[in-house]
């Protein structure tokens, strides 16, 4: 069997996404995700000028060759554009060989290890009060886990807290937005929501939070244990991520479960976080983190010191990363849980899925493949828009994390 064609397709319906699809000459196709939010045209570029042509003619089925010769033959290794370039190429390539089989891509990647995979929801409100209505409204449609973000007095659009419901979309000018941030404003503000939604949705439902890499690692350490009482899932990105020995001080002072790694792109990001144990959920997910086979040996590494998944599941990661990932989540032992962000129904028009809701947890379906087609027509009438994502800036107009 050879690739014949690979092309990119950019289609924003509501938001941009850029798929790759590769063709062979035995009729089998597959699909991948090659979206990093912002900056959409340099991975589409990385594709079609540089990659794209190298795959003519090699044998689709050599999907861990083609992995080695993306990322050792390119010399420049690692990087959030390399890596959703080589991990789009990776996802089709197991997309067109579980078509091959006939079977869902969680049975070529060892079988089902649950019934499903359970997912967290996102509840944002303007004011607590706001949120926790929101949170009982995920609570009806059956979630048993729920991210609670609120806004912070003070702080006109505070980053990660939606205006709209059950959609969210951080990326919504031209240019970038200027917001503001101050966790002197924000920290007292946080346990109060988490004492109030335990309060009225009780101890039963599994409560998140994200940071956003706005703390520093003695102002997370304070936040952990704020936190402790309401007995959070998780408390994500207390710090910035490129600073993993942060977490050694967050994690001496703090019970608070802690996950990180929505922008990594390599297990060399994981690394020391894993081994020394530092955090409890891993969040790379496909696209970003170089496809399935890159993902799988992250989350191995992370089984032997006891961490689990959860993998980023943002709008911004087209049906065909969520399914890939929903593949990943059933066949892998240490799964935690799944971040799901409903896509708009345009998306969902132009990705038709198998995978489906169902009492809190999430199902890829038994479609072969990774269960996901693009209406190529209907792609085509959403042309891109540039989109980037705010720029935040503190009280006194300097720029830094906190
Ligand atoms: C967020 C993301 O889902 C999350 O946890 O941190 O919404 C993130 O802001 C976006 O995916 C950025 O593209
Ligand atoms: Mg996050």
Redesign the pocket.
Known sequence: MKITDARVIITCPGRNFVTLRIETDAGAWGLGDATV??RELAVASYLTDHVCPTLIGRDPQRIEDTWQYLYRGAYWRRGPITMAAIAAVDTALWDLKAKQAGLPLYQLLGGACRDGVMVYG?ANGETIEETIAEARRYVAMGYRAV?LQTGVPGLPRA??VSRDKLF?E??HSADPDEQLWSTHRYLPVAPRLFAAAREALGWEVHLLH?A?HRLSPIEAARLGRDLEPYRLFWL??ATPAEDPAAFRLIRSHTTTPLAVG?VFNSIHDARLLIEERLIDYI?ATVVHAGGITHLRRIASMADLHGVKTGC??????SPVCMAAALHFDLSIPNFGVQ?Y?RHTQETDRVFPHAYRFEDGYLHPGDAPGLGVDIDEALAASFPYRRAS?PVTRLEDGSMHDW
């Open positions: 939010n912002g996102h991210r980053y990660g969210y951080p990326a994200d956003h994500e990105d929505e969040r980023h599941g943002a709008t911004d990661l971040e962000m994502l």
